[in-house]
């Protein structure tokens, strides 16, 4: 065959190929020539100069030819006259003015951001390279972070998305230990999606620790070396590495689940592993923030929201107050939803809730009630897609600063509080209870709900030894607070106590015991069915069953007696 020279074979170096070998790659190519073609649109062309060098300042109507010659006039007189040419008039140039070279607004390296205009929408639309030199695991877990977690937790308007991810990674290329920080969130949120077992979570969980550790070598080496407040850059790189993602998914729940629960991604970070070690790179965190003035120092609104949200998620998850209080200029998250645009649905649902809380006499917890029953309206337009109802950016807002004032409210301060200072901590535990399901859902996997129900039962048992109820209003109030405990104490030790206790207020109100008006006393307050009925109708039914037994144990215990 060799002989042959017809049937020769042709060897390829296949290396040498124009073709992209991988998708990045492909990418990466068409990103170049966008780029290069769009410095080459910019050239300027040269500007057509007269003879004494100065530019040329002929007219549009002088440089195109006239479209009618001039005619012969012709007199009686004196016969032909001579053409008659049309002159051009004269035009003085302009006068040359002195060129000025315009500098560009110089790039600030405390900002996130740079300061050069760059289009009309302000940023590079050709700004998607990404940072050279790291594995393609990396490239993986950065993009899926930048596309999906970051600008659902930084609050940010989906419009500009894709314009907030170019800046971050700008921030990326352009500062180390932001790159560093990063890295070890997004391997985080990454490692949360592996299964057990999987053969990348050993590569992922050793990229987080590197990472981490780099970012905080270099951000306390930055600051020994300027001691004057910290760049937001730099406070945004510690929040990274501070409040990394929960450690595997949470288990699917029996019961219909709040729409809150994923919003802002917070279901994200539910079961966060909060050890002390953690804890202490929070109080870290908030030293680093003080010479700035704490969240109200922070320029950029998405540090405010993600900072706000960040803070409030941890004083949740610990029952502690806030590290910082509310951003002043988040303020008109508390006036937010005065006028809402209700449907006929959430009008009734209006008329009705909130309306037993009229014997809580604190004006701080009274005035978060009536926010939360707004911010529950909200949610159920959202819920119910109704037109007019408000985006979940607004709803985040809101029920993040409700979360935030309701952690920040202090128990009664005395160990054997007064009767209205109960009535204040049962409400206040009992809204607790409330948000974690409707407004601030944390999860089945974590242990608020469990640790608000037993602190409830503390409350309500001091309420009980003490003046009884006479009130209608107050023990009414009461039945509200036992039914949030039921719903929170569901496969806890305290089950037991909650069913027997709302059972005893079943029998002293025999009406409750027709599942229709329960419902109806339970919409007098914080309330909504779509996430709340499922759960309350098995602690309702517990308890109707428990009165049944007790009654039919009775009967028994009688006729053997009368037998007898």
């Not at 990063?182 to 620790?209: D, E, F, M």
Request: proline residues 8%.
């Amino acid at each position: 065959m060799a002989s042959d020279p017809g049937r020769e074979f042709l060897f390829l170096n296949q290396s040498l190929s124009s073709k992209p070998r991988s998708q990045r790659e492909k990418e990466l190519q068409d990103a170049d020539r966008r780029a290069h073609a769009a410095r080459n649109s910019r050239l300027k062309r040269p500007v057509p100069q007269t003879g004494d060098g100065a530019p040329s300042s002929r007219s549009r109507s002088s440089k195109k030819p006239s479209r009618r010659r001039v005619e012969a006039v012709q007199q009686d007189d004196d016969g032909l006259v001579p053409l008659v040419a049309k002159q051009n008039l004269a035009v003085r140039p302009k006068t040359p003015e002195p060129q000025h070279t315009v500098l560009p607004p110089p790039f600030s390296s405390k900002s996130l951001t740079s300061t050069i205009p760059l289009g009309q929408g302000n940023h590079d639309p050709f700004d998607t390279a990404s940072i050279g030199g790291l594995p393609p695991f990396i490239y993986d877990i950065l993009d899926h972070s930048y596309r999906f977690v970051w600008p659902a937790v930084l609050n940010q308007d989906p419009q500009t998305a894709q314009q907030f991810a170019a800046m971050r990674r700008r921030s990326a290329r352009e500062n180390p230990f932001i790159l560093h920080a990063q890295i070890a969130n997004a391997a985080g949120h990454k490692l949360r999606l592996l299964p057990a077992g999987h053969q990348s979570r050993s590569l992922v969980t050793r990229a987080i620790s590197y990472h981490e550790r780099k970012a905080l070598e270099a951000v306390a080496g930055i600051l020994q070396k300027d001691p004057s407040p910290p760049w937001e850059t730099i406070v945004l790189a510690l929040l990274l590495v501070t409040w990394p993602a929960g450690i595997h998914e949470d288990a699917p729940s029996k019961y219909p689940v709040s729409p809150m629960a994923t919003a802002q991604n917070l279901h994200l970070f539910n079961n966060m592993e909060l050890t002390p070690g953690r804890i202490q790179q929070i109080q870290r965190l908030y030293r680093v923030l003080e010479p700035l003035g704490g969240l109200d120092g922070l320029s950029t609104p998405d540090h405010l929201h993600v900072f706000s949200f960040a803070d409030t998620f941890v004083s949740s998850r610990l029952g502690v107050r806030p590290l910082w209080p509310w951003p002043k200029n988040l303020h008109d998250a508390f006036e937010a939803f005065n006028n809402l645009v209700l449907d006929p649905d959430a009008f009734q649902l209006s008329l009705v809730m909130g309306r037993g809380f009229s014997c809580v006499k604190n004006a701080q917890l009274l005035r978060l009630l009536m926010l939360a029953c707004r911010a529950t309206l909200a949610v159920d337009l959202y819920q119910r897609r109704v037109p007019a109802a408000p985006t979940i950016r607004e709803i985040c807002t809101v029920r993040n600063a409700v979360q935030h004032q309701l952690c920040s409210l202090d128990p009664p301060p005395d160990l054997v509080p007064s009767h209205d200072d109960s009535l204040y901590n049962m409400v206040r535990l009992a809204t607790l209870i409330y948000s974690d399901l409707v407004l601030f859902p944390l999860g089945e996997s974590v242990s608020v709900k469990s640790q608000l129900a037993y602190d409830l039962r503390k409350a309500l048992e001091l309420l009980f030894t003490g003046v009884p109820l006479k009130a209608q209003a107050e023990c009414e109030l009461t039945i509200w607070c036992l039914t949030m405990g039921t719903m929170a104490s569901s496969e806890t030790v305290h089950r037991e106590w909650y069913v027997e206790q709302l059972g005893r207020s079943l029998r002293e109100d025999r009406r409750l015991l027709d599942w229709i008006l329960f419902q109806t006393l339970m919409s007098h307050f914080l309330w909504w069915d779509h996430v709340l009925q499922p759960r309350c109708w098995d602690g309702w039914n517990e308890a109707a069953q428990s009165i049944q037994a007790h009654a039919s144990s009775f009967v028994t215990t009688e006729n053997e007696d009368t037998v007898g």
